[in-house]
């Protein structure tokens, strides 16, 4: 057995003590909870072989060497993990070949930070997973690190993934810090101010009927008997939702993961995926899990293909496994949001010494203002808005054969960095990697989004961009919509609960004979359904739904007509459009771009779908007129979520 820790003598002591004042926790991203013991006990880094320690009087967190994952995770002596521990993966395929997980063997520990050498203040581990040629091993260099600071309640995670130009091509799809917790201790997940509850037990998930999905369970025993539990219910958006963990009403204690960025994230702002569940396993144990998805294709985002002859590496993280104590779950969630809020000011982390993970000096910013001008909506404001460098769309293969466009919105290749506009427009993008973006901009009330190229960025300095004017496009008049434009379906009936399993489940009940809007009368709120959903043949099939919208005209127009659909999540079966039981268009298959959207209990899919629908204005009369939009279905699976929609006229002959 290793220890790397100091002895505190004479000079040693002083330089240690000036070493924790540099390296604090309040130096490096706010001060440490109140509610934990005040102590300053050095970092230690034990070496027993097979595993290592780390530890700081608070927090002590055993890895396992072989696989990097974490065998034990205990905060004031409270084990937070169960035997299932806790475990990092990137899910991917050599093209034509299975789905693996398995990290190059054999592993290669060192220790990049010691403790012994600065005055135990920090203390960081790697343990590195070099690809060459095994056998169902993913063709990347892995490694993933483990850094604990003196005073500190929580160990911060770095992955880092890296393909050389030898490698085999190779697919990423989900990327996963998993967290099994200890079922004794955790009962209470909190994902964001609407959703946290006192979850089921684990003995109540097993004893649990099994639904439509395997994922979802109606509840038998305990305080949620008769509801039922699935764990997609607990999806977030990454860029509003900092910290999300378990906590304790019995032990008092919380963990957390506080995520400080979403430059690593895949959709950067529009990033989505779930945090945390109950295990879904058929038998126990089914433990509490804490989740951090960094890379998935969940909600129609997309793979990253990495070619043959290609160099890859992204750096994701560092991001905080945060212990707290408080007298109730709120408590310590707030503490987690708080905590959020300070490592994100300390982002990006002057103590990190991770090849490409620049420091803000070698970082640059672009800033500028950007206007929407907008004659038939002279109200719309950027205030808030959404403004970001990403890479410039590019094209990858689909798995059907093909090209398909990958842009900022389902991009997890490489990094992206956003902010908010102030109430003027102003913004500053900040802490971004040298190099040539796109600059992208999005806000509700807009349809579609503002696009910039070749912003060049540069290492210590800001590129201003003057003042941006963004005309969002429009084909004429608008004679009327529906919804807001605002990447989701929350604004329409049970939007506000959407994440509640089963919802298409009512559409039958709700809407007998199917949606029939009528502009200027109904109301959206309670009048259009969250989703477009299939119904029950009652013979164990699926029919499909037709959904009419009613409006009047007075004179007959000269022109062309536009229906604009903006689609927050689709399966592969179109939507076809009539105007008075007359076929005018379609939007044709959807492919996979939101596919899942339904039964996942979601009410977006990182990528808008914009689908435009043109006719002859001419088709239109007097009086009454009724647009129909009939989706296609297979099975139970294939709803549509409508974003927005909007009919504009382009007048001719006047």
Known sequence: MIKYKITISGGVLFLGLLLMLALSPGAMSGPTNLDQPSTNAPVVITDSGG?????????????NKAN????????????MLSHGGGYWNIYGCIPGQPYTEKKGTPSVFSISQNPAQNGGALGEIILRFPYSGQPQAVPLDIQIRYTLRCG?????????????PEYPPFNIGPCTVCLKLNPGVFDFLSIDSRRQRLMPSSEDWVKGTQLNLWEAR?????????????????????SETPAWGWSSTKSKVGLFVVNPSIEYINGGPVGLDYGGHIDVKASLPADPTLLFIWNSPHYGAREIQIKANEHWRKVVGPFLLFCDAGENPQAMWQASLNRAAQEKKAWPYSWSDVPGYEHAEQRGSASGRLLIQDSQAPNASTAQAWVGLAHPAYEVESKKGGPTTIDWQTDGKH???????DSAGHFTIGNARPGTYTLYAFTDGALGDFSHADVHVESGKTVNLGELVWTPVRYGRQLWDIGIPNRSAEEFRHGDHYWQWGLYNLYPQEFPNDVDFVIGKSDCRRDWNYVQPPRPNGKGGWTNTTWHIRFNIGEVPKGIATLRLAICGASVG????????SPI???????????????????????????????????????ENIISLTKHVRNWTDGVLYDYLRLELEEKGK
Request: glycine share 14%.
């Open 51 to 63: 595993t290592v320690t780390l530890e700081n009087g608070i927090v002590l967190a055993k890895i």
């Open 415 to 421: 990094y992206q960095y956003w902010t908010r506009a």
């Open 68 to 79: 990097g994952n974490l065998l034990s995770l205990q905060y004031r002596g409270v084990e």
């Open 152 to 164: 500190d309640s929580g160990v911060y995670g770095t992955t880092i993934a890296e393909h050389a």
């Open 218 to 238: 109606r509840i038998n025993t305990g305080i949620h008997k008769g509801e039922v539990e699935h764990k997609y219910d607990y999806t977030m958006l990454f």
């Open 574 to 581: 179109p939507v076809d459009v009539a105007l008075n039981g």
């Open 585 to 623: 268009g379609s939007t044709g298959d959807f492919g996979s771009g939101g596919c899942s959207v339904m039964y996942r209990d979601g009410i977006r899919s990182p990528s808008i779908i914009e689908r435009d629908v043109k006719f002859d204005a001419a088709l239109l009369k007097p009086g």
